[in-house]
């Protein structure tokens, strides 16, 4: 077997990776605050730890995969401070709290597909369904030691760990209360949270609980670590999410987690870098977010912005331009026309010397930019029979997850952009009411319900694209 390399954050070195049980890889990964959509940013993680355990499946392991759902618990703040983000978005929208977690966890597990993100194998708890675990957690850390009680809530004590800010190399000790941990006059120390925060009197929530403490709810940061021990053990494999968890989120995962079990939490802590749109950070202060729905809205296909990501290491702040997802497309395009068009039906062998390549790229810290390349290169290499070029990138593609392996014509027409463009006045009745059933959705900023819709147009063979005019109908 060849060797498995990952670049490890908590020793910032490239190590080979052993697992804690032979054949087995045991993964969390951070998920989803189910209050919006998911941006294309936050996507990029998804996308990311999808490569990683495709990897792992590729070199032969079994893979027990972990995505949480936080559906409570997630201020506004890193510090404890301000709304929780799911009682903030029920507000936002006029709708009870439950609403607003189905209607995101769905939008979610729906982008998920789009990608060719297979979540069959992966649990997806959620923190609400494991409060009794979060208490029993706190609990324990209550009796150890390490939390004291503030008038809002109890606090993680972090003075009591050295090690506190192992990950990334935190400097805590300079750490100064700011603009990314506000003041609160009642922490021992900044870089103190909460692991149960109480309920505001003056305020009604409708997601609390009793607890030993008092009526009120969980810290955003303990609902991991009990959510990973009950599912994954005290000790896991790998740890993921973006650069922007380390700081805080994840360094107090490691505390709480290593204060109640004594022992390391995770081997090898992994962090994709930030998706950047026209060379400025995504921020919806500026208006410049977006999501998935405004790719497939401009004609895009989301195995496009797949493909694009891979074009890029995870680790590399990567610049999201409209042109380069134009690029992307018009590649994977190809790629399909080929697969389809000129490598016919019949599989034929691996080919060793590119299969072994590959295989190098991906074991050596997902180098996903290599292996695209090596792609195109058998592509281009007319000395490979068709027959063993189709079962080569096929073989790739269990990594890439390109959709090679079901891909057809109508799928090569919908990358193309080029199905037959359709007037509205002429479109059949009955494909004439979603329509605009779809644009009144539109106007009334009914996404969810405008997403539907598409998906019912495509399922009887016709694609939507909104234009400053109207929507553009072509027959897929």
Not at 306 to 322: A, D, E, M, P
């Amino acid at each position: 077997m060849k060797p498995i390399l990952l670049q490890n954050t908590l020793n910032n070195k490239k190590e080979e990776f052993t697992p804690r049980r032979d054949g087995v890889v045991s993964m969390y990964n951070c998920g989803p605050t189910v209050y919006n959509y998911a941006h294309i940013g936050n996507l990029r993680a998804y996308i990311f730890a999808d490569v990683l355990k495709r990897m792992f499946a590729y070199n032969d392991y079994d893979i027990k995969q972990v995505i949480n759902i936080t559906d409570v618990g997630h201020l506004t703040s890193d510090a404890d401070e301000g709304e929780d983000k799911i009682e903030s978005g029920a507000k936002r929208e006029g709708v009870k709290v439950q609403k607003i977690i189905k209607q995101y966890t769905d939008a979610f597990m729906d982008d998920m597909k789009k990608l060719n993100i297979d979540i069959k194998e992966i649990e997806f708890p959620k923190a609400t369904e494991h409060i009794p675990e979060q208490i029993a957690f706190i609990q324990t850390l209550d009796e150890k030691g390490y939390t004291y009680k503030t008038s809002d809530g109890i606090y993680f004590d972090t003075s009591l760990r050295e090690d506190y800010g192992k990950l990334g190399n935190i400097d805590t000790k300079g750490l100064e209360e700011g603009a990314r941990i506000e003041k609160n006059k009642e922490k021992k120390n900044p870089t103190d949270f909460a692991l149960w925060k109480f309920s505001d009197p003056k305020e009604q929530r409708e997601q609390e609980w009793d607890s030993p403490w008092g009526v009120g709810f969980p810290g955003w940061h303990i609902e991991c670590s009990a959510m990973s021990r009950k599912l994954l053990g005290n000790q896991i494999d790998v740890h993921t999410g973006g650069v922007d968890h380390i700081p805080v989120h994840h360094n107090n995962e490691i505390a709480q987690t290593e204060s109640v079990t004594g022992k390391q939490f995770v081997n090898y802590w992994m962090h994709n870098e930030h998706l950047m749109i026209e060379g400025q950070k995504i921020s919806k202060s500026i208006g410049n977010t977006v999501y998935l729905r405004n790719i497939e809205d401009r004609g895009f296909s989301p195995l496009s912005f797949r493909y694009w990501l891979l074009t890029s290491h995870y680790r590399t702040q990567t610049n999201f331009t409209w042109e380069a997802l134009e690029g992307a497309q018009t590649a994977l395009f190809k790629l399909h026309k080929h697969f389809v068009e000129e490598y016919g039906t019949k599989n034929g062998e691996v080919n060793q010397e590119y299969g072994n390549k590959f295989h190098e790229f991906i074991n050596d810290d997902l180098d996903t930019p290599k292996a695209i390349a090596l792609l195109w290169d058998l592509v281009k290499d007319e000395s490979i029979p068709k027959e063993d070029k189709r079962s080569t990138l096929l073989s790739f593609d269990k990594v890439l997850g390109l959709g090679l392996d079901h891909s057809n014509k109508k799928l090569v027409t919908l990358l193309s952009g080029k199905g037959e463009k359709l007037e509205i006045g002429k479109l059949p009745k009955t494909i004439k009411a979603l329509v605009d059933e779809r644009e009144k959705a539109r106007k009334d900023k009914d996404f969810e319900k405008a997403d539907e819709l598409r998906d019912k147009l495509k399922e009887k063979g016709y694609e939507i694209e909104d234009k400053e005019d109207g929507p553009e109908v072509h027959k897929i």
